[in-house]
């Protein structure tokens, strides 16, 4: 018997009625003669009320508070087990929820964006052998000591694919809201198109440059265990897009894949800084120190032998980040600490740019013609980013998905 591990994301289980459809689906595949293991998301934006709801009380993050956030988020998806796995019942299929520590999601406790190093599968195997429909909670795990923990927003596609993995699911699908992975979000850019599939490199650029339709670490995964992902639309019929790798995908390449972007960023600039050995990991360490992630960096040298250093963090790290450089600045004696956070960034991708120069510049050609301004680039071997004001997003992301011929034929 082959084994399926299916995903619903929020919008997917926003109601009961939605709920009701996603049993008809597991209905379904159970009638193919396919096992089912589902994870489910909190029910429609539940996870964001419950960040209000943190928001409203107020108080500074520290390790303490992102237990108790984590306490908090895992919620969500506990309401949705419970409601699948009943709505299964109705209708006559044997099913079970678990939560993360029923399984045993092992994770690190790194609260808040915790990571799965371990997944114990009994629980889960009894439940298949039993001839049941086992029902996890995605986005929640485990620490060794117990204590509840969260794997980031978007977190439950990474619970599908690790289980997929550990369970060596014939394949993983990620069923979402719209009908696979297209070349850029298609609720910004109307002429993105829906692809057939991509590689595992380029998907895992995608999703962590800013492309929410995939949780980063869940394509990681898939990767590493050679999990055959598939992202597909609960709303209608389609294929969708398989995600593997590059032996398995057929299609001849695009120089560009896919444009993703994101608004989560934020930049911060030490101006003046004596340029000598350890400014950078003076600047840097105590930024690690406070667990931020430091993304881009640049740092320019004038003739007068000084240095402005500018790096970006994700935006709800911007505030702390700013007090923490405040500090260093005056111990180094910078002259003046600075931040911005009406910034994007945005980034073309793509394999086919290991084999075609000139890809930068008709990137950058194209933002010029916006007359948008670049302010920081950062490239590798199959993805240029660029940042810019905020408020150029939509433009710079339609002009350059027209001029890669990304848009849908008409
Ligand atoms: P779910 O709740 O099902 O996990 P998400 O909101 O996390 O859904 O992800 C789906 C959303 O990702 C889409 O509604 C779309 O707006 C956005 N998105 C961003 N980039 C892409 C892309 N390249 N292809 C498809 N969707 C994308
Ligand atoms: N409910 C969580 C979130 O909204 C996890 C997920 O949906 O993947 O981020
Ligand atoms: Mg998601």
């Given at each position: 018997m082959s084994l399926y591990v299916q995903k619903y994301g929020g919008t997917s289980v926003a109601t009961t009625q939605h709920i009701a459809n996603v049993a008809r689906r597991i209905e379904r595949t159970r009638a193919e003669g396919h096992d089912v293991v589902v994870v489910v998301s909190a029910m429609g934006k539940e996870t964001d009320r419950l960040m209000g709801l943190f928001g409203e009380v107020n108080v500074p993050t520290s390790p303490d508070v992102r237990r108790e956030m984590d306490v908090l988020l895992s919620t969500g998806e506990q309401v949705t087990i419970s409601l699948l796995a009943m709505t299964l019942m109705k209708i006559g299929i044997p099913s079970q929820s678990f939560l993360g520590n029923q399984v045993q999601i092992l994770t690190d406790d790194?609260?808040?964006?915790a990571r799965i190093e371990?997944?114990?599968?009994s629980a889960i195997q009894e439940g298949l052998a039993a001839g049941k429909v086992v029902v996890v909670a995605g986005f929640q795990g485990v620490t060794q000591d117990g204590e509840i923990t969260t794997l980031g927003r978007g977190g439950s596609d990474t619970t599908a694919v690790a289980l997929a993995a550990v369970l060596k699911a014939d394949e993983c699908q990620i069923y979402t809201d719209v009908e696979g992975v297209f070349t850029t979000d298609p609720r910004v850019v109307e002429g993105a198109r829906c692809l057939k599939e991509i590689t595992f490199e380029e998907m895992l650029e995608l999703a962590s440059l800013g492309?929410?339709?995939?949780?980063a670490r869940a394509v990681e995964f898939a990767s590493k265990y050679q999990v055959p992902l598939r992202v597909l639309s609960s709303f209608d019929e389609s294929d969708g897009t398989l995600i593997a790798g590059e032996d398995k995908t057929s299609m001849e390449q695009p120089v560009i894949s896919g444009i993703a972007f994101t608004r989560d960023e934020a930049k911060l600039t030490v101006r003046?800084?004596?340029?000598?050995?350890g400014i950078a990991s003076t600047i840097l360490v105590p930024i690690s120190n406070a667990s931020i992630e430091v993304d881009m960096i640049v740092q320019n040298v004038s003739a007068d032998h000084s240095t402005d250093f500018t790096f970006t963090v994700a935006r709800g790290d911007f505030e702390e980040a700013l007090s923490i450089l405040e500090e260093v600045a005056s111990e180094i004696g910078a002259n003046e600490v600075s931040g911005d956070n009406k910034i994007a960034k945005l980034s073309i991708v793509g394999v086919g740019m290991r084999s075609h120069a000139g890809v930068a510049s008709k990137m950058f050609q194209v933002l010029a013609d916006e007359s948008i301004n670049i302010q920081m680039i950062s490239t590798s071997e199959i993805k240029i980013s660029v940042v810019f004001e905020e408020k150029y997003l939509e433009l710079a992301a339609r002009a350059l998905h027209a001029a890669f011929e990304l848009n849908e034929a008409v």
């Open positions: 790194q609260h808040t964006k371990a997944i114990d599968t492309s929410r339709v995939l949780h003046g800084v004596r340029d000598v050995p």
